[in-house]
């Protein structure tokens, strides 16, 4: 006969520890005290095939913290005594709160078996518990049993001699208590592991948990075998504990304690559990729930909501956005009249100002988008819509929570992919982060949005509203697709199961959404900032070097002197003082001619323009021309430079044109435009590389630049087969015009 295995029972008060107890060892039962306090400790003997098992009657406990005699009793019991298995008794009629112990027992590490008490009454009040799916989510087994009549019992025990038998100990499981406690945990565990800070008898990550929950027992164990690792532990702890103090007006306890919640309530919410009539218990969140998680009300409510966060950030924050522009405007005047011609004036403008603005500019939107974001997240709500949008999203190897970075970059037409890329935070599996970081940029951004429309309304002015909508259903669709490719192939791997937390709603509080608007926002400020002027001055030089050979530059001012020479004096001088007289207009738009002209020949001969002029060797499969390659490399630096450099370039076509003529005009009329042209550029910009500040930010969350450079070269390659297939089939389908 084989060694007696030890188990102990354990569960909350009047889960039916005693009954079960009673039913497994009859007579053969001894009562005593737990050493040194007067906490009863009932221990007995069963029998179960050839085995012979040691059973203990722990305690009633709501919970492993060190607050009462009997939870300090159960859980030096579980860390010294070791049992080979702890059956975890949960009354089913009240699972969700006896299943808060269950998660402690598993963070502890120890090996479990659910016995799932009570099945008579859970059935009896309308509730019936899927108990293997529950096993399957928690992954631990589950057996229901009626304590009572002793139904289910027999299953229970071979279900504990297995478990045994296996003899392994799980390993503990990783709840996330938000990113501020993770943060303080990440940088407690380093330190605990160092000193060996007693781990000989708990997880080092539990006992940071504790520490954090301010657990006086562990924190005196601790400081007594090594006061000074202990204290810095405790400073971080402090520290943590007075930013929540701050923003939530809560201690790390009642977040964890959320957190755990969450953590239940995400897997009852997985058809664990069905209620066949409603009692008047349900917690006022469970009310809330039944009408925003609805099948057919809570999609509405999303929606409206998604809308409302959308109109919010975009509305409220262009005032604020147009204010910036004045202000580098100005700043940009400033400098203009201040400095002489030359490099220096021409750098401080296009690249510094410029490069600044850009980084600043962002700023509005993301300060509001946070703000809307946080509002969301702290209400409770942000984990409903993941909820929902979980199904769909797990299809293409995303997770509910990628929803609301697609929003935001530009799911519903005009976001911003900067914000979208920082919003990834949420997500935690590292695969599904990157694999959302690097589809959010195919969005329209609002950035697009004037290209999308330039070229809609040229080639397609028939249909606008609907190749409008055309284009945001593509947008979401590719995405999509490109996701499940990445995660068939550079980022495969397992989809977590959605284990993100439900927790309950409560009412955010100003100071809690102030501060953590305040710390995104900072973050961006100092991690783009940097980077970003840099690279806005190297784009910058890309336009400007090398400039025009001497010959040609005097070729240009000759021009000029030979015009106004031509022209009468008092013309040229109405000219200077603005004069809207017909012929100073006429002689100003001629000179402008000539200084466009110029600006496109320096153009042409700087870096990007010759990287235009090279690329076309390639880009004619697309149908693209130089003069759109300079464009779509200038769009590298900001989408909205796409239009812009198109306005330049084909402002010089054909000289002789009315000056009213817009761009949209000239490129229609424009022979080598054609609708298929347009189809294919207004694919490409859609989807090539994003702007440089996406980069940056997704160089940044990303940790490192190699998943950047992908981003840049995997979207600019996807797009470009995309816009060669369209430009092809087009041409062969003679829809070329
Ligand atoms: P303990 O506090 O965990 O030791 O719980 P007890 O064993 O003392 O049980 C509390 C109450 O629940 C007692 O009145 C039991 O008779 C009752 N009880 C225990 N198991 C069951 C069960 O499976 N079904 C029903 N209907 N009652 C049970
Ligand atoms: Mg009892």
Redesign the pocket.
């Known amino acids: 006969m084989s060694e007696p295995l030890n188990i102990a029972l354990a569960?909350n008060?009047?889960?039916?520890?005693?009954?079960?107890f009673n039913h497994l060892t009859g007579a053969r039962q001894h009562v005593g005290n737990y050493p040194g306090v007067t906490v009863e400790k009932k221990v007995g003997i069963c029998h179960h095939g050839e085995h012979e098992i040691r059973v203990v009657d722990l305690p009633?406990t709501y919970s492993l913290t060190a607050y009462s005699v009997e939870e300090l009793v159960a859980r030096d019991f579980l860390v010294n005594e070791k049992p080979d298995v702890v059956v975890d008794?949960v009354d089913a009629s009240n699972l969700e709160r006896n299943l808060y112990l269950t998660t402690q027992f598993m963070e502890l590490g120890i090996p479990l078996v659910i016995a799932l008490?009570?099945?008579?009454?859970a059935e009896s009040r309308g509730i019936s518990i899927d108990s293997k799916r529950l096993s399957a989510l928690l992954g631990v087994p589950v057996v229901p049993?009626?304590?009572?009549s002793g139904e289910g019992v027999d299953l229970l025990l071979d279900t504990v001699v297995q478990e045994a038998e296996t003899a392994r100990r799980p390993d503990p499981i990783l709840l996330r208590y938000g990113s501020d406690l993770d943060e303080a945990i990440a940088a407690m565990v380093p330190v605990i592991e160092e000193h060996h800070l007693l781990t000989d008898t708990y997880p080092s990550r539990w006992i940071a948990l504790k520490i954090l929950e301010n657990d006086e027992q562990i924190i005196d164990k601790a400081t007594r075998v090594n006061p000074e690792a202990s204290g810095r532990l405790l400073a971080i702890s402090e520290e943590v504990t007075n930013h929540l103090m701050h923003t939530l007006d809560a201690y790390p306890e009642a977040v964890i304690a959320d957190h755990r919640y969450g953590f239940i309530k995400s897997i009852l919410h997985q058809g664990v559990i069905t209620i066949r009539f409603v009692g008047d218990r349900l917690y006022t969140s469970d009310r809330i729930d039944r009408i925003v998680t609805h099948r057919l009300l809570g999609p509405l409510i999303m929606v409206a909501v998604l809308y409302g966060l959308y109109t919010f950030t975009f509305n409220y924050s262009g005032t604020m956005v147009d204010g910036l522009a004045t202000v580098f405007a100005a700043m940009g005047d400033m400098v203009d009249q201040s400095l002489p011609d030359g490099p220096l004036k021409s750098m401080i403008i296009s690249g510094v100002i410029d490069g600044m603005g850009g980084v600043l500019g962002f700023v509005p939107i993301i300060m509001f988008m946070f703000f809307g974001i946080a509002v969301l997240e702290d209400s409770g709500y942000l984990a409903r819509v993941a909820f929902m949008m979980d199904r769909i999203f797990h299809f293409f190897g995303l997770h509910g929570s990628s929803v609301m970075p697609f929003i935001i970059s530009g799911g519903i037409a005009g976001g911003c992919a900067v914000p979208g890329v920082m919003a990834t935070r949420t997500l935690r599996s590292p695969k599904e982060r990157m694999a959302t970081m690097l589809t959010v940029p195919f969005m329209n951004c609002g950035a697009k949005l004037p290209v999308l429309t330039l070229l809609i309304g040229a080639f397609f002015s028939a249909h606008q509203a609907r190749y409008m909508f055309l284009a945001t259903m593509a947008s979401w669709i590719i995405a999509l697709l490109a996701a499940k490719f990445l995660r068939l192939t550079v980022l495969r791997g397992e989809s977590t199961p959605f284990v993100m937390e439900l927790p309950p709603y409560r009412f955010p509080t100003i100071r809690g959404l102030v501060i953590h608007t305040w710390e995104r926002t900072w973050q961006y400020i100092k991690k783009a900032g940097t980077v970003i002027l840099g690279i806005s001055i190297l784009l910058w030089a890309m336009m400007t070097y090398p400039g025009l050979p001497e010959d040609q530059l005097a070729g240009f001012a000759a021009e000029r002197a030979q015009l106004l020479a031509a022209s009468a004096p008092e013309v040229v001088a109405a000219m200077h003082q603005g004069d809207g007289e017909p012929r100073a207009a006429e002689l100003a738009a001629a000179l402008e001619e000539i200084n466009a002209r110029q600006a496109m020949a320096a153009l042409r001969h700087s870096a990007a323009g010759r990287i235009g002029i090279a690329l076309e060797s390639v880009s004619h499969f697309a149908g693209f021309d130089w003069r759109t390659n300079i464009a779509l490399v200038g769009g590298f630096a900001a989408k909205e430079v796409i239009i812009s450099t198109l306005g330049t370039a084909y402002s010089l076509g054909n000289v002789s044109t009315d000056k009213t003529f817009s761009l949209r005009e000239r490129l229609a009329a424009d022979p080598r435009w054609n609708p298929v042209v347009a189809l294919s550029v207004l694919t490409f910009i859609m989807f090539y590389a994003p702007c440089f500040v996406t980069i940056v930010c997704i160089a940044r969350e990303a940790g490192s630049w190699k998943w950047a450079f992908f981003s840049m070269g995997f979207n600019t390659l996807f797009a470009f087969v995309l816009a060669v297939a369209i430009y092809q089939i087009g041409m062969l389908l003679g829809l070329g015009g």
């Open positions: 569960g008060p009047n889960a039916g520890k005693t009954t079960l009633g008794i008490n009570m099945m008579d009454v049993i009626i304590a009572r």
